[in-house]
């Protein structure tokens, strides 16, 4: 079953005083904390929802291949609205969708794996009697939820399906602790201090240097997506001459073509995937499963004693 997720970073932080998304919580920004979680959960399909100082944050996220999309009008609409722009993107894309704003960075990568293993249309974990984020929507809802224009927000979207929300049980504060002020955010950072080491396994294909990655993976299927190597560049902020450098790397080393190009009529030029290309993003998608699966384990056997379970 395939997860995305949807980071919702488009507000204007007018409590905090600063912009949250890029505020260093250890050493690295909360931003990228959120994303660092998500791949340690397995999920590579993740869409950033930028707006206030959208150049910046796209840029400082640039290298960890995520797509951006822009709520141009961040100062007059809401969160939800925001979130509509995400979701509608992941639609058609996986089956279920999580969805976090950026302001609540501390989840743990045990509480995104509760709700993955819930069966459930829509669930959230629950922490002391506390509801909190990441929440997951399952792609058949999204219709409704996206149509939903009533009070509540996406929580008021959500009950309006008819469904019930399933609360999962947690032993994390993390999925409740918000950066809306700078009290918040230091206890942020005093609860990012108590917290225990957990595995991160990154996983790539090298030969004399690393040619295949999460990035190429989310490269080469945005150019599927898109119809487009630029379109395709775009979504991921970076040039055309990168995302063709990448693409050219990555055929040199499995020798075999990934990208068809169609000459253009009236619609222009089109690229897509060969079934080259296809097949390698499956054969590393299964391959990054089981490793990540192999290295949790091995984690506990390993750590477990001594630094405390995952």
Known sequence: MSVGAVIVAAGMSSRMGDFKPMLSIGSISIAQRIVATLHQSGISKIVVVTGFKAQMLEKHLANLGLVFL?????????????A??????????CDRVLFTPVDIPLFTASSVTALLESSA????????????????????????????SG??????????CGTPIVEIPVDDQGILHDADTPEDYLALLDYHNSQLLRPQVS??????????????????????????????????????????NIIRGIESQVS????????????????RLTDSGK????????????????????YDEYFADFLGKR
């Open 121 to 148: 249309p829509i669930a959230c974990p629950v922490c002391d009697g506390k509801k909190g984020h990441p929440i997951m929507v399952s792609s058949s809802l999204l219709d409704g939820i996206l149509s939903y």
């Open 84 to 93: 509509k722009i995400g979701l509608e993107y992941m639609r058609d894309k």
């Open 279 to 298: 097949t390698l993003i499956k054969l590393f998608a299964d391959y990054e499963e089981a490793v990540r699966a192999s290295a949790g384990a091995l």
């Open 203 to 244: 996983v790539s294909l090298a030969r004399e240097k690393t040619f295949f990655d999460d990035k190429t993976v989310m490269l080469l299927s945005l150019v599927e997506e898109t119809g487009s190597v630029r379109a395709a560049c775009q979504r991921m902020q970076i040039s055309y001459s990168t995302g063709w």
């Open 70 to 82: 822009r709520n141009e009008n961040y100062e007059t609409t809401h969160m939800f609205d925001s």
């Open 256 to 271: 075999r073509p990934l990208i068809e190009r169609m000459q253009g009529g009236k619609g222009g030029g089109k690229s």
């Open 151 to 160: 009070e509540g927000g996406l929580r008021g979207a959500m009950s309006a």
